[in-house]
């Protein structure tokens, strides 16, 4: 198979596996992707609901959208691609670090190690304060005119989400785990949107190995591609791993 860990050739404390997932792999768990045909962006200006400026314009219509994503995610489950991924870091412990651009916990849910899971884009179970910076766990609608606990501020408690125009978190770190890899795979993402778009490439400058799982291809960027269903591609790829590392 050639994708686990060459011994020796990494730093036992860096992960050999780095997981970037996006959208795609909560598809079947009945979370909308953007892109796809019927996804958020044929609904939604991205401009008016996923920018900092379009909060300021217009914080009710920022609010009501992610208040019905939070709906819809409280009513979603993990499904097996994420349970997948969970059984990876639970038999590897260390070895595998999923970077996901979905603001969703399933991963989590499923059983993922919360340490070695990293929301570039922000989690949507959690809220700021744009007054303070404090944050905190939210699983309620969330109002123009919420209270944050910590100052007292009114008005300025938001989605904790990554907008466009503001930096995606933990970036160092996900830079030096890509670095790093020996085996770096892409998992439902269209890879349209940077920095996350750019892993790939390096990871190949640092001689990882490449591969994609998607419903379809997104580049030839990748050594290899496999297309298919989340829930089919990733538990298959899985136990390829586990057999080909046991
Ligand atoms: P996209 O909607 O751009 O892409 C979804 C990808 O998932 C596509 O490549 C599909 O082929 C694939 N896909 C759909 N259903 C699938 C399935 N059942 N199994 C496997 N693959 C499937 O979503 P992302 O690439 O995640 O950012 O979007 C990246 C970022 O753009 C998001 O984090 C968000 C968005 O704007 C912000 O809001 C900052």
């Given at each position: 198979?050639?994708?686990?860990?060459?011994?020796?050739?990494?730093?036992?404390?860096?992960?050999?596996?780095?997981?970037?997932?996006?959208?795609?792999?909560?598809?079947?768990?009945?979370?909308?992707?953007?892109?796809?045909?019927?996804?958020?962006?044929?609904?939604?200006?991205?401009?008016?609901?996923?920018?900092?400026?379009?909060?300021?314009?217009?914080?009710?219509?920022?609010?009501?959208?992610?208040?019905?994503?939070?709906?819809?995610?409280?009513?979603?489950?993990?499904?097996?691609?994420?349970?997948?991924?969970?059984?990876?870091?639970?038999?590897?412990?260390?070895?595998?670090?999923?970077?996901?651009?979905?603001?969703?916990?399933?991963?989590?849910?499923a059983g993922a190690d919360p340490q070695d899971v990293i929301h570039m884009h922000g989690e949507l179970l959690k809220a700021h304060c744009n007054a303070c910076g404090a944050r905190r766990d939210w699983r309620e609608d969330l109002s123009i005119e919420a209270r944050c606990d910590a100052c007292g501020a009114v008005g300025a408690m938001r989605p904790s989400v990554v907008w466009f125009g503001e930096y995606p978190l933990e970036m160092a770190r996900i830079e030096e785990a890509?670095?790093?890899?020996?085996?770096?795979?892409?998992?439902?993402?269209?890879?349209?949107?940077?920095?996350?778009?750019?892993y790939v490439e390096i990871a190949q400058i640092h001689g990882a190995r490449t591969l994609e799982l998607n419903l379809e291809r997104s580049s030839s960027s990748f050594d290899e591609a496999r297309t298919g269903k989340a829930t089919d591609i990733v538990p298959a790829w899985v136990e390829e791993i586990l057999a080909a590392s046991a």
């Open positions: 198979m050639g994708e686990t860990a060459e011994p020796g050739r990494k730093r036992a404390e860096t992960p050999s596996i780095v997981i970037l997932t996006g959208a795609g792999i909560s598809a079947e768990s009945g979370l909308g992707t953007f892109r796809d045909k019927d996804g958020l962006w044929s609904r939604y200006d991205l401009e008016e609901v996923a920018t900092p400026q379009g909060f300021a314009r217009n914080p009710k219509l920022v609010q009501e959208f992610y208040n019905a994503r939070r709906k819809n995610l409280l009513d979603a489950k993990p499904n097996a691609a994420h349970e997948a991924l969970a059984k990876l870091q639970r038999e590897r412990p260390g070895h595998a670090l999923i970077v996901t651009q979905n603001i969703d916990d399933l991963h989590e849910r890509v670095e790093n890899a020996s085996l770096f795979v892409s998992i439902g993402t269209s890879g349209q949107v940077y920095p996350a778009a750019g």
